[in-house]
């Protein structure tokens, strides 16, 4: 059965961290082979078709999603970023998938899988050598590891997601205020 992904994390590469569900509970690796990430970044609209992919190619991946997380932490936490996680992501961070914009209007995305881990790549690079990293903020709700840019007015949203992890939480206060 294939998962569904979900984007609601305001930046392409914490949405691709977001492919690890409950890291610290259940740990779900939604990447479970090459085909898998083909099929994300067509769901994350980086390329319009699923690029082949081969177990290198995920490794590199992966290596870059563990890179974007780690660093996206230690700016939630103030803390000092790894030199390798750096590395990692400047060296992946070199050609992009192209777009052309059709007769008709519309955008097609192409290239191959280094491409869209590039993209990835880039993603992170923009978001954390900003003032935006500032505004990364992880799920308040204790089974969700996902982070997000907090892109509220007053900077004070709690959940990744209202309709998700926000509505169960508050779901759960409220059964909790009402229980007999």
Known sequence: M??????????????????????????EDTLTDPAAFGRWTVAASVLDQAPDCDAPTLDRAIRVREASYRLALAAIRGTAADDADR?????????????????????TRTGDANAAISAIARAAL????????????????????????????????????????????KSAAFRARHAD
């Open 126 to 169: 923009e978001l954390l050598g900003t003032d935006q990293r500032h505004r990364i903020k992880e799920c308040g709700r204790d089974e969700c590891t996902r982070l997000y840019v907090d892109t509220s007015r007053g900077g004070s949203r709690r959940w990744c997601d209202m309709t998700g992890c926000g509505n169960r939480a």
């Open 87 to 107: 590395t990692v992501l400047n060296a992946a961070a070199g050609e992009l998938p192209t777009l052309t914009l059709q007769s008709d209007g519309t955008l």
């Open 2 to 27: 294939e998962l569904m992904h979900t984007f609601v994390s305001g930046n392409l590469a914490l949405d691709f961290a977001g492919t690890v569900r409950g890291r610290t509970t259940y740990n």
